[in-house]
């Protein structure tokens, strides 16, 4: 039982307006955990991402070329994982146009005297086809490597003409007279004139301006599905790996043939043809 003194106490704490300051403190105080447990949950994941951040490319990017870092990713992966696929916001290619089990195999940052003829030779002995996402300097510093690509089959896509992932950002007159000016580069240096359907942001920096530029260029935006960070040097059997993990018909894999370092890309490209060989996949150009 109540002495009258505790009913008087608990009377006046129910009543107005201690009833209301009550409830506000209450309020506070679930506000805060809330907050703090939001705040816990991000960093923990941040800590994971951090942590798991592949070797950086710090040398041994060709003339014309940056050589970028893990930070540079625009989203950031796990060794041995595809990143989720970077797309631009309009027309997009990220599959075949197939219901066969097909892949479209690309190649970025070319063509380079080191790496690209050793692709090229690899595609050849399983009669793949690719796309190769071209810089125009390095397409016009290598025309024989130009000329091979385009003769044996493979397909050209415009990547800028030094790699500029800024730009998709740049004034619409600006952008238009890049990507005009590095299309016809990189068509020209074949004779006659190569077909440039594709256009591939650097470092998947699309913009909506890009994808219309790239448009009234005459240009699709290229995208992938499946991205094996190789340029991040995370080991041959990662890149192995992150293919092998997120396959699938119709699926676009980028791989790099310039930019930096690339004899961990050759050996996976060396495994990963034969094995989706024996998968069923068929290589195709994406249309």
């Given at each position: 039982?109540?002495?009258?003194?505790?009913?008087?106490?608990?009377?006046?704490?129910?009543?107005?307006?201690?009833?209301?300051?009550?409830?506000?403190?209450?309020?506070?105080?679930?506000?805060?955990?809330?907050?703090?447990?939001?705040?816990?949950?991000?960093?923990?994941?941040?800590?994971?991402?951090?942590?798991?951040?592949?070797?950086?490319?710090?040398?041994?990017?060709?003339?014309?070329?940056?050589?970028?870092?893990?930070?540079?990713?625009?989203?950031?992966?796990?060794?041995?994982?595809?990143?989720?696929?970077?797309?631009?916001?309009?027309?997009?290619?990220?599959?075949?146009?197939?219901?066969?089990?097909?892949?479209?195999?690309?190649?970025?940052?070319?063509?380079?005297?080191?790496?690209?003829?050793?692709?090229?030779?690899?595609?050849?002995?399983?009669?793949?086809?690719?796309?190769?996402?071209?810089?125009?300097?390095?397409?016009?510093?290598?025309?024989?490597?130009?000329?091979?690509?385009?003769?044996?089959?493979?397909?050209?896509?415009?990547?800028?003409?030094?790699?500029?992932?800024?730009?998709?950002?740049?004034?619409?007159?600006?952008?238009?007279?890049?990507?005009?000016t590095s299309k016809t580069t990189i068509a020209g240096v074949i004779d006659p004139p190569a077909t440039i359907d594709y256009f591939r942001a650097p470092e998947g920096a699309w913009t909506p301006a890009l994808d219309q530029v790239a448009a009234e260029t005459g240009m699709r935006p290229l995208g992938w599905s499946v991205d094996t960070l190789d340029w991040t040097q995370p080991g041959t059997a990662a890149i192995v790996?992150?293919?092998?993990?997120?396959?699938?018909?119709?699926?676009?894999?980028?791989?790099?043939?310039?930019?930096?370092?690339?004899?961990?890309?050759?050996?996976?490209?060396?495994?990963?043809?034969?094995?989706?060989?024996?998968?069923?996949?068929?290589?195709?150009?994406?249309?």
């Amino acid at each position: 039982m109540l002495t009258e003194r505790q009913r008087v106490i608990l009377r006046q704490i129910v009543s107005p307006p201690y009833i209301y300051r009550w409830a506000g403190l209450l309020t506070t105080v679930g506000l805060v955990v809330g907050v703090t447990a939001v705040v816990l949950a991000d960093v923990g994941r941040e800590t994971v991402l951090a942590g798991s951040a592949a070797p950086a490319v710090s040398a041994g990017a060709p003339a014309g070329i940056r050589a970028r870092t893990a930070e540079d990713a625009p989203a950031r992966g796990m060794p041995g994982f595809a990143r989720p696929a970077i797309t631009s916001s309009l027309l997009t290619v990220t599959d075949t146009g197939t219901d066969r089990p097909a892949v479209a195999l690309t190649f970025d940052d070319g063509p380079t005297p080191e790496y690209t003829p050793q692709v090229l030779d690899l595609l050849a002995q399983y009669g793949a086809k690719a796309t190769f996402c071209t810089i125009g300097n390095q397409a016009v510093a290598y025309p024989d490597l130009m000329r091979r690509i385009i003769a044996e089959g493979h397909r050209l896509c415009d990547h800028t003409m030094t790699h500029d992932a800024t730009v998709g950002f740049n004034a619409h007159d600006l952008m238009s007279s890049q990507l005009s000016t590095s299309k016809t580069t990189i068509a020209g240096v074949i004779d006659p004139p190569a077909t440039i359907d594709y256009f591939r942001a650097p470092e998947g920096a699309w913009t909506p301006a890009l994808d219309q530029v790239a448009a009234e260029t005459g240009m699709r935006p290229l995208g992938w599905s499946v991205d094996t960070l190789d340029w991040t040097q995370p080991g041959t059997a990662a890149i192995v790996a992150s293919v092998q993990q997120g396959v699938h018909p119709g699926a676009v894999v980028l791989f790099h043939d310039g930019g930096g370092p690339r004899e961990q890309t050759i050996e996976a490209v060396r495994q990963l043809l034969p094995w989706l060989q024996e998968q069923g996949y068929q290589f195709v150009l994406p249309s």
